[in-house]
Structure formats: C-alpha cells, structure tokens
C-alpha cells in the first residue's frame, strides 16, 4: 500500500458530508407552536373570565328583580285591613275586636326590604371584587405567559447558534481531510492544517460558552447577552433560574445591553404600590406615597442580584401634593439637611450601597410661575433659602407641578414632575436640564454591584408636603 492509498483510507471524504442543519428545519414551526398554544390558553382565559363576569350578571340581576317585587308588594295583612276598612261604611267600634295592626306588619316588612337592600350590595360588591381579582389573575398569566416565551426564545437562540457554528465546522473539516487526502505528503502544510484547525476549535469553544450564558451560575447581564447574541431585541430574558428585562437600545447615550432593577407603573388599574407605600388616586391618576404620618422617607431597594455595573440609567415621575419646598432650610436643621439618611429632601432620593453614596435627587418646589423661597433651586430666582447639599452637587432634577401664586391641599395632576414639560415662567432653566427626564451616572472603570435604593422623602407631615411616584424604571450597565 502508497502513502496516498493510505492517506485516502485514513481520511476518507465521502463518510464526512457537509451538515445542512436539515433536520431542524421545523424549529420556526416549533416556536410558532408555543406562541399559537400561548393564544390559545389567553382565549380560554378571556372566554372564562366571560362566563364568570356572565353569571354574576345573572345574579345581580334576579336580586334586583326581588327586590323590585319586595318593594311594590303590599303585606297581605294591610290588605286585609284595608279590604275591612273600604267595606265598612261607618266607624270602627271596640265590640267588632282588634284588627291587624298594619305598623306591625310595615315594620316587618321594611326589615325585609332593608335586608333584600344589603343583599344587594354584597352582590354588586362580590361582583366587583371578582372582576378585578380576575383581572389581577390575567395579568399573572399574561405575563408569566410572556416570561415562558423569553424562555422559547432563548433557546431558539441558541439552537441557531449550534446549527450555524456546526455548519460552519463541518465544511472546514471536510476541506481539512479534503487537503490531506488529494496532497503528497511532502507538500502538505502542517501550519496551515494546523491554524484550520485551530478555529474550528474556536468556534466550537464560542458555542459552548454561549450556549451555557442562560444557566449559568455566574450573575449573567444583559450585556453579556448582547455580547453573546449581538441580534437580541429588547424583552424579558429567562438566566440566572430567573427573568430579566434588558433594553438592547440606546439609553443616556449609550449603546445596547441594559438590565432593568426596578420598574413601577400605576397607569394601569391593578398595579400595586411597593410595600410601606400609600395609594393617592384622584380620577385616572394613581400613584403612590409616604404613609400618613410626620417627616419622613419611605424607601424600595432596588437589587442588582451581583450583576457588576459601570452606569446607572433611569427616570422617575412623580405628582406634587400641597407645598414641597425642595431643599429649603427652614423647616429642617442643619443637621438633617445635610444628611444623605435623612429627609434632606421633598422629593426622591437615589442612592446606592452602604453607606449609602448618592446617585441621583429629584426635588419639588412649591410653585414655578411666581417667586417664593421653596421655589426650585434651579429657578430663576431660585428659592432664597435653597441650599443644595455638597453631596448633591449638579445631580438633580427640579421641577413644580403648582402654576398658580399660592397653593391648596391638592394632588397637582395636570402637571407631571420631572418629564421637562408644562414648566412655569420661572423653571425655564430647570426643564432644560441635560437628560431630562433620563438621569445618568457614568462612573467610568470603576464597577461596582452594589443594590441601589430609592427614597421618597419630606420634611412635613402629609398633609403639608407628599410627592407620590406614579412611574420609574431604572436600569445599570
């Protein structure tokens, strides 16, 4: 046997044929299937959702239609007395004997209305409970419904990935033993057989690194994702065992790959505030502040879950109640005004770690059209006794939702905190602010996965100063 005999024995070509990927071509199919079985399950859900609010329609109904009978019905022994009464054609006399006392019978007969009443009631309000509980339920399922779709579409990712890197180290294989098995001996580079084979080992080393970023136990960000999968879209992502928002757009001026830590939005009717914090709702707006009480702060820590992070990205909205004074230094000491852990603020208060070091402020000033001295301090004229705290520095946002020259117990609605419109003559500079309503931090090199916290803070009681929150979304990169 020839050293070519030998080498075409060894490497044969037509055992190894280039892979097609073939047998996965019904994987669109597949992930198509999930989100038609994901319709069909939202169909059921509406459809139940349906019959249950049906039926207790129906109840409603007969209740009322009893009770419309209770009230229109005249007791049977009224009837009698007054059957007795028009056939008389002279006075009742003693000898005749006492008739059925109708008062009686009336007072019986409006406990029995007063009771069909407070049926009523508690039908009209089993309904209504029902009918949010069951709203609250399709949210659930609606976004756990979401989350599993993440997890379909992970896994579609990663699926694409395998049958592209194979493919592509298949062909690179079979030109590998293609070179080996039609070149002499003496004319084959080793080199170059070698680098060949270096990428394929590569690119099978990128497959299995990537392939493992959803189960990995290490904290895994949504840059990372990116990273790997430099196509993803902004969505819910299933890693860690857990789901994750990742905005893979552009935010504070900096590209894809952010993974959202808090989130809050009561424009919807099931929303619920975060724990310790109070529900104002004035028509369609809801929001949410401090519980009833004197100065104070109330605060959600936002975690990282150990995701490491360089930027911090975000925007908070918020309504005023009656007379926020931002930074003013009359109502609070110096010492308190001065203190990051205290309520040196009537706003929002950002911060991270601890101790805690201070990310972002977002004050309210008492109005924005005429000059008073809790008036923003970014005003022109700034409040008189406005004085921003070192720690604070130009990280701050400061607006009045008040156009009017005094103020009243009100939640001000016509006029949201902190978005950059509907500014008075006075916080002409305070709407211009950079960013505005985006806040961000870059802190460069220097990484950190330390939680953040967010605080909502006054140095009144309630009744004089609150600055509910009604939407935030913060994220880290």
Not at 38 to 44: A, D
Not at 148 to 172: F, G, K, P
Not at 401 to 413: C, D, I, K, R, V
């Amino acid at each position: 046997m020839n050293v070519d005999e030998d080498k075409t024995n060894l490497y044969e070509v037509n055992e190894l044929t280039e892979y097609n990927g073939s047998g996965f071509s019904n994987l669109p199919e597949y992930t198509q299937k999930e989100r038609n079985d994901s319709n069909k399950w939202k169909l059921l859900l509406v459809c139940l959702l349906v019959a249950i609010l049906f039926i207790n329609i129906i109840i409603f109904l007969m209740t009322a239609v009893n009770l419309y009978y209770a009230s229109t019905a005249v007791p049977a022994a009224c009837q009698t007395q007054n059957s007795s009464t028009a056939a008389s054609t002279g006075s009742l006399t003693s000898s005749e004997g006492p008739l059925n006392n109708c008062s009686i019978v009336n007072s019986t007969w409006t406990d029995n209305l007063m009771r069909y009443n407070m049926a009523m009631e508690n039908n009209v309000n089993r309904l209504i409970n029902a009918t949010l509980s069951n709203a609250r339920k399709i949210d659930d399922i609606a976004m756990s419904t979401d989350q599993q779709s993440s997890v379909v579409e992970n896994n579609t990712y990663t699926l694409d990935d395998i049958l592209n890197i194979t493919n592509d180290a298949t062909r690179m294989l079979t030109g590998i033993i293609h070179s080996l098995a039609t070149h002499d001996s003496t004319l084959i580079s080793t080199s170059a057989i070698t680098d060949d084979i270096q990428i394929v080992l590569d690119r099978l080393l990128e497959l299995h690194n990537s392939s493992n970023i959803f189960n990995s136990i290490l904290p895994i960000s949504c840059s990372d994702i990116l990273a790997a999968y430099p196509s993803s879209t902004s969505g819910y992502y299933h890693v860690n065992s857990r789901h994750i928002y990742c905005n893979m757009g552009e935010l504070c001026g900096s590209s894809g790959g952010w993974t959202r830590i808090g989130f809050l939005d009561m424009n919807g009717a099931t929303s619920d505030c975060p724990p310790g914090f109070r529900l104002y709702q004035v028509g369609a707006v809801r929001a949410c502040g401090r519980p009833v009480g004197g100065p104070s702060c109330v605060s959600e820590i936002l975690p990282t879950n150990g995701i490491n992070y360089t930027q911090i990205c975000g925007r908070v909205t918020g309504y005023q109640w009656a007379s926020p004074d931002a930074v003013d230094t009359r109502f609070r000491s110096n010492a308190i005004h001065n203190d990051i852990n205290s309520y040196y603020v009537d706003g929002v208060s950002i911060t991270r770690g601890s101790p805690r070091q201070h990310v972002w402020t977002f004050m309210a000033g008492v109005r924005d059209s005429s000059y008073d001295a809790g008036n923003c301090p970014c005003s022109t004229p700034p409040g008189a006794t406005q004085v921003i705290q070192s720690f604070v520095g130009n990280d701050y946002f400061c607006e009045s939702g008040n156009h009017a020259n005094g103020w009243t117990y009100t939640l001000y609605t016509s006029d949201p905190l902190w978005d950059g419109q509907g500014c008075g003559t006075q916080e002409f500079v305070c709407c211009a602010a950079a960013g505005l309503p985006w806040f961000h931090r870059d802190y460069g090199s220097a990484s950190s996965s330390e939680n953040l916290e967010l605080r909502l803070c006054a140095d009144e009681t309630t009744a004089f100063d609150d600055i509910p929150i009604s939407y935030y979304e913060i994220y880290v990169k």
